[in-house]
């Protein structure tokens, strides 16, 4: 075989040795400016860098600070929230029966109370009622006086009850924890709806705890039903309704609508087919309406 015909894989062109020589050029001018050339050092201390450095400080001593942990204070139970409730460990269907019961305008005045209306197990409420912080007439009640008539053999002279559509300011007050206020509230709903019928009326009255209405009714009752100007329930307008302290506006609306389209409401047990009107007033309403 001629050897001068075999290929040769070390054998350049012209071109291809130009080429080799220029990037070898090349890499010994970057490996020159790499030793040679003195790249300026970016400043140590620039602007944006300096602030960070300041807020440093700042940065540890917040990390040195502890969560503040939730401290316990003596609280009215009346008032929770519902971030309160959370707090306390109660859940959302405990919190919302204490607030629809607060709607109601009572009041819950001991551990049991609270327990009988949210549903708190047992558990949750020793952790909660040594917390629970009531006013000081609920919690310094009047003594009961002594019955010394039963042990003298005389009998106890039963104390006469006042009708209260005819009590004044001062015989209202005369019941303990009834103050100005709420005997002026007393009377002022009484005025609006010329006379009271029932003595449940007693539970609309707002600031009213189930104690002092109990009290109440040991000290009142209703005579002779008052004489009232009684409301058209199948003629009076929506704003007419209104004026009455059982119908607001929605309700009073939902009345003349239901009349418009079912007819006259002829006697109460039609009052309970408006969704608006609260069933447990059926009977008092009633006696304040003409059919």
Partial sequence: MNLRQRPSYFSYTKSQRNGLLVLFALVVALQAALVFIRFKPLPENR?????WLALQPQF????????KR???RPFNPNFITDFKGYQLGMSVAEIDRLL??????????SGAEFQKVTGVSDSLLASMEPWFKFPDWVKNKKPKADNNWASSGYPKKAKSRIDLNHATADDLKAVYGIGDGLSKRILEQKEKLGGFVSMAQMEDIWGLSP?????LKESFHIGALPTVKKIKINEASVKELSQFPYFRYPISREIVTFRSMNGEIDCAEDLLKISA?????????ALYLEF
């Avoid at 602007?47 to 602030?51: D, E, H, T, V």
């Avoid at 009107?277 to 309403?285: F, L, Y």
């Fill in 60 to 67: 540890d001593s917040l990390a040195k600070i502890k969560p």
């Fill in 277 to 285: 009107i609260p069933v447990e007033k059926v009977s008092v309403i």
């Fill in 47 to 51: 602007p944006q860098q300096q602030a």
């Fill in 70 to 72: 939730f401290e316990r």
């Fill in 100 to 109: 629809a019961f607060r709607k109601t305008n009572r009041y819950v005045n």
């Fill in 211 to 215: 104690e002092v209405i109990q009290k």
